[in-house]
């Protein structure tokens, strides 16, 4: 760990999410710009397991770096910066192991945009072997990602003569088709390096994988929707406990709010309702094979209905055995 990640600031830890360390521990041997494993003896090998894999992208300054050593972390192969067309061949080493590398995590991102194009052909390839792959895409808003850029004082890597935003916006565009074929989009706008670890170590760290993993995230309308949400539920149809003097210093996690919240009209019907309606949802997304779903529950100031419905409603998706991740955006915004 360097000083810097022991930074107790929020805003340096945002700022580090992708820019402040690239550097993988115990990184393998560089071939042609990228990390990659140098291949023991292959000799009789016994038929060959396929690995699992997981290709992290999305935009510079969101958080790959972050994602990968979570990973790394809970005992999956890194490989940092990989030409797409190349994936293939990192799977074939990976099933000639002997088992030894089971599992495969591939950062790809524009440093490698000259081989970009090959990642679709990679992907069929990969499709047509029978391999498990995931693609987790990182997301952020334009603000945050300048704002990590400026704080550790480097360029985009696509911004060229231009400025910080020209490059994001490129970068955008050049990653459209990808964020759309993405298995788990994460926006890390509001992450810290903690908060994303925590988001990653949810969704991998288990051995068996279950059927489908939850993210309920309250959030306040004001500050904008969570552009990862699969699912958004508006609470403002709620009397709003900032209106109530002796409630409003605190959160909808307080027992006195929550209780106001779920004593109104119509509260505790709707949460049964939207219940039963998630567990048809749900019984759609295993169909499809999606695995991963993002509710997002929105007030005004994402502090107390939202936080307060977020809390129950996990509650009710953990009960059915959906395992469920609690974010809350924006409480102690204000």
Known sequence: MTEQDKQPTAERDRAHLDLGDDRTPQQPPKENGAQVSTPGDT??????????????SGMSGAGRSTAAKCLEDLGWFVVDN??????????????????????????????????FDNLRESLADLDTRGVTRRIVF????????????????????????????????????????????????????????HELRAKMDAQFAGEEEPELRATVMSFGFKYGLPVDADLVV?????PNPHWVPELRPYTGLNEE?????????????????????????AAGYRREGKRYVTIAVGCTGGKHRSVATSEKLAARLAAQGVETV??????GRE
């Open 234 to 238: 508006d609470m403002r149809f709620l």
């Open 138 to 193: 990182l997301e952020s808003s334009d603000e945050a990602l300048v704002r990590r850029f400026e704080s550790v004082r480097r360029p985009h890597p696509l911004q060229g003569d231009g400025r910080i935003v020209d490059g994001i916006a490129a970068e955008r565009e050049l990653l459209r088709e990808l964020r759309g074929d993405a298995d788990l989009v994460i926006d890390t706008s509001s992450l810290n390096v």
């Open 257 to 281: 709010v929550s209780a106001y919240v779920f004593n109104q009209p119509g509260a505790k019907e709707f949460l049964d309702r939207y219940t039963e309606l998630l567990q048809l949802i």
């Open 43 to 56: 000799a009789a090998v016994p038929e060959a397991t396929i690995p699992e894999l997981v290709i992290i």
């Open 326 to 331: 609690v974010v809350h955006r924006d409480m």
């Open 82 to 115: 990989l030409p797409p067309a190349l994936i293939p061949t990192m799977v074939e080493l990976g099933a000639r192991s002997q088992g030894n590398v089971a599992r495969i995590a591939v950062v790809v991102d524009v440093r490698g945009r000259r081989f």
